[in-house]
């Protein structure tokens, strides 16, 4: 059974810095890329972040261009989300998704989420 | 970027309808398009991939259809557990995904 499961929200200042992590299993990791996906408090879905299957290729929304980085260690099944320069517009519920391919696009497996919280 | 608008932004529908809901792209994205289902609490789960494409486990209910910018996903028969926000979401542009706005399917 595929498995994601998000950690690291909390509540941080404007500023701050923050590493959110996803714990991935079931499936064989580093065939997949690997999403993040926000969604703020009742709005829409929100794409942040793409990394290849071997990480040497990484994209990300205009928002957080230049202040967030998307890592994996495939040796861990593990992905990773470090946040900089937070600003209040980045309050959400942080979504680890995995790819339906390679790199087709689709999210095709979700984990719970994980709350951040940009906040005085 | 590619901008995706829904319409409607709600509908309201009674068991056993036939809900259409459509998504336009902002510029041609071929079939590049999934349709997502949300409800209250939980991760969105995909339901249409490649346009038309039905993903293992979704019911045959569900169907998507389209090409270029215009897409539609259609529940033939709603049902009671299909009460949710459906958002549509391009993959044409993998420097940049969206998503759509969302339609939130409510009890008529």
């Known amino acids: 059974e595929v498995q994601l499961v998000e950690s690291g929200g909390v509540v941080v200042q404007p500023g701050g810095s923050l590493r959110l992590s996803c714990a991935a299993s079931?499936?064989?990791?580093?065939?997949?890329?690997m999403h993040w996906v926000r969604q703020a408090p009742g709005k829409g879905l929100e794409w942040v972040s793409l990394?290849?299957?071997?990480?040497?290729?990484?994209y990300y929304a205009d928002s957080v261009k230049g202040r967030f980085t998307i890592s994996r260690d495939n040796s861990k099944n593990s992905l990773y989300l470090q946040m900089n320069s937070l600003r209040a517009e980045d309050t959400a519920l942080y979504y680890c998704?995995?790819?339906?391919?390679?790199?087709?696009?689709?999210?095709?497996?979700w984990g719970q989420g994980t709350l951040v919280t940009v906040s005085s | 970027d590619i901008q995706m608008t829904q319409s409607p932004s709600s509908v309201s529908a009674s068991v056993g309808d036939r809900v259409t809901i459509t998504c336009r792209a902002s510029?041609?994205?071929?079939?590049?398009l999934a349709w997502y289902q949300q409800k209250p609490g939980k991760a969105p789960k995909l339901l249409i991939y490649?346009?038309?494409s039905l993903q293992s486990g979704v019911p045959s209910r569900f169907s998507g259809s389209g090409s270029g910018t215009d897409f539609t996903l259609t529940i033939s028969s709603l049902q009671p557990e299909d009460f949710a926000t459906y958002y549509c979401?391009?993959?044409?542009?993998?420097?940049?995904?969206?998503f759509g706005g969302g339609t939130k399917v409510e009890i008529k």
């Open positions: 998704a995995k790819d339906i391919g390679s790199s087709w696009n689709y999210f095709d497996y």
């Open positions: 079931g499936f064989t990791f580093d065939d997949y890329a």
């Open positions: 990394i290849s299957w071997d990480g040497g290729s990484t």
């Open positions: 510029q041609g994205i071929s079939s590049w």
């Open positions: 490649a346009a038309s």
């Open positions: 979401q391009q993959a044409n542009s993998f420097r940049a995904l969206t």
